[in-house]
């Protein structure tokens, strides 16, 4: 008999960095600006820029971002990386210590990325600015996948309910977990950025006492507050002693 099981939780998404990969750096006298995203995003799509210089900087002063184009989360982060950016189109190696950022993108459209300012090798200096050409959000949410982890969980054992997106979102699940011992109520939210763009996840960690099939009904996601519907995941939970 399938199984379908009932528990409404609401969470914020709380960040957390994983691997990143510089995309492009314009520098002027010495201060550059690394931007960790293609040049066009959509809507939503969190990504990092980076205010530094090979020798570091003092008295920095933060860019002014234009708040009806940009939401910024961690402000000012003092940040060192060893880096291989494109920078006027030659892949060059730049081992960087400056501060980063994490914005978000609200309105489409050319969006500048501020200077900021700061003292670079002893001299007053403006970083560079750049653009980013922001894109409306797709007509549906094309890429939110579900999945356990292991593939065949066992009873008895823990396994990971992944739920993951390209973009960032809230999610308010319809899980139930009357037939499961939660050992992570509260989800583990993460996130990771690559060459290819972000990933975000929601992962639950749960122990099946009793092996059968189980089904996560349909459920909602949201991003920049418009609601998606992620379509029911089945998966099957194998006897404690299967191999």
């Known amino acids: 008999m399938r199984r379908i099981f ?18 492009t750096a314009v520098v002027d006298n010495g201060f550059y600006l690394v931007k960790y995203a293609k040049d066009t995003v ?30 910024v989360g961690a402000e000012s ?11 006027e189109g030659k892949r060059v190696e730049l081992d960087l210590k400056g501060y980063s950022f ?7 459209g050319l969006c500048v990325i501020s200077p900021a ?9 403006d970083s560079p600015a750049d653009t980013i ?25 823990p396994f990971e309910l992944v739920i993951t997106s390209r973009f960032r979102f809230d999610v308010n699940p319809e899980v139930s977990l009357d037939q499961f011992n939660a ?20 992962t639950f960690r749960l122990i ?15 991003v920049s507050k418009k609601k998606y519907t992620v379509k029911a995941y089945d998966f099957t939970v194998r006897e404690g002693s299967a191999e």
């Open 183 to 202: 050992l992570m109520v509260r989800p583990r939210v993460g996130m990771t950025m690559d060459q290819s763009g972000s990933s975000y996840t929601y």
């Open 117 to 125: 300012r700061a003292k670079v090798n002893g001299k007053s200096a």
């Open 77 to 87: 982060l003092p940040y060192a990386a060893k880096d291989r950016p494109w920078v």
């Open 42 to 71: 959509r809507i939503g799509q969190e990504f990092r820029i980076f205010y530094a210089s090979e020798s570091g900087l003092r008295d920095f002063k933060a860019p002014q971002f234009d708040k009806a184009k940009f939401k």
């Open 133 to 157: 050409y922001v894109l409306p959000l797709y007509e549906e949410l094309r890429d939110c996948s579900v999945k356990v982890v292991p593939a065949k969980p066992v009873a008895g054992k």
């Open 102 to 108: 994490f914005i978000t993108p609200v309105d489409t």
């Open 208 to 222: 099946a006492e009793q092996p059968g099939d189980y089904s996560i009904p349909p459920f909602d996601v949201f």
């Open 6 to 23: 009932l528990l409404s939780i609401f969470v914020s998404l709380l960040m957390c960095a994983g691997d990143l990969s510089a995309q």
